[in-house]
């Protein structure tokens, strides 16, 4: 019987845990459990009382190379003793698997476990230390080129739009606002002075999702799969959305969010041009991310992006204009 080629497998927990074991010389008593699939698949490693994670990235998803380039920068952050989560190398001295799955070659990566749990609902002593975390993070980066994306207009605003109107096809009031903000925020972004806008490798996905912390506070930032260059400031005024939208009660978000910019400068100071710019920045992102979550289609499905999707994701874009006061013309 002929084979019938499919587009993203998931791989037996039970075998990349005898992989692991070989590869990186892991005792018998390893386990290998699937955590989670989407845009790529995570699997936690136990061996005795260390833990690990286990990235597989998606097929056709990321380039050996554009994993290259992530890797590098995660090893120079830990080199430079950076709160973050770092790739472990295996007997051969290699970071990268090459596995041959049923729909092509996939990439895997083991990584080392951030230590603690992750919560949406964390303290404002909390988001003070998330800030210096991220601030610690951009000290290393700043300056820092990966030969990967480059985070511009191009990229977060003109071809995103492109590849969400295509993939809806019916042109909504969802659609026509996304465009009309994309158009203010070029508009704004040309006209920022950049000599005054920090640059260098960004993590470009800082949400409570990718970070651990433990009872001492002790923050550490992981997966780092969308890291590329652009303005430092998009990885703050990111985080400030993702705080915002999982903190419905106004107050506690400005608490939260003020104790976070003072953890940030306790470390770097945040300049008045990115200040001035951080409620724009965001919408940016969410922008490209709408694009990239209809790129990836076989990775959601239908359940979870489809034109209801699209309309409580503008939703929270518009909920963010309103509370900065943003005027879109």
Wanted: with cysteine.
């Amino acid at each position: 019987m002929t084979e019938f080629p499919v587009t993203n497998s998931t791989l037996s927990a039970n075998k990349l845990g005898e992989l692991l074991q070989h590869k990186y010389s892991l005792s018998e008593n390893t386990e290998c459990k699937l955590f989670r699939t989407g845009m790529n698949h995570v699997y936690m490693v136990t061996d005795s009382n260390e833990k690990y994670v286990f990235r597989i990235y998606t097929f056709d998803w990321r380039t050996k190379k554009e994993i290259v380039e992530e890797l590098r920068l995660l090893i120079h952050l830990n080199k430079n003793n950076t709160p973050v989560s770092f790739p472990i190398v295996d007997n051969l001295n290699e970071y990268i698997q090459e596995i041959n799955a049923p729909e092509g070659k996939r990439f895997g990566v083991l990584f080392s476990f951030a230590d603690g749990t992750k919560s949406a609902k964390f303290t404002p002593e909390t988001s003070f230390y998330i800030g210096e975390a991220l601030a610690k993070v951009h000290q290393s980066t700043e300056n820092f080129t990966l030969s990967r994306i480059t985070y511009d207009n191009t990229v977060l605003l003109i071809d995103s739009i492109k590849r969400t109107r295509e993939f809806f096809k019916k042109e909504s009031d969802e659609i026509l606002f996304l465009e009309k903000t994309a158009n203010f925020l070029q508009k704004e972004f040309n006209n920022v002075q950049k000599d005054q806008i920090r640059n260098g490798a960004v993590h470009l996905d800082v949400w409570f999702d990718n970070i651990h912390f433990n009872t001492e506070n002790k923050v550490t930032l992981f997966d780092f799969d969308f890291c590329g260059n652009g303005w430092l400031c998009l990885d703050i005024s990111y985080f400030l959305f993702q705080l915002y939208y999982t903190n419905l009660n106004d107050n506690d978000y400005q608490i939260k969010a003020e104790s976070f910019l003072k953890g940030y400068e306790t470390i770097t100071k945040i300049s008045e041009e990115e200040r001035r710019i951080l409620p724009f920045a965001c919408l940016a992102i969410m922008t490209y991310y709408i694009s990239i979550q209809c790129d990836r289609y076989d990775n959601w499905t239908n359940i979870f992006l489809n034109e209801d999707h699209l309309k409580r994701f503008v939703g929270n874009l518009k909920r963010w204009i309103a509370y900065n006061k943003i005027q879109i013309e």
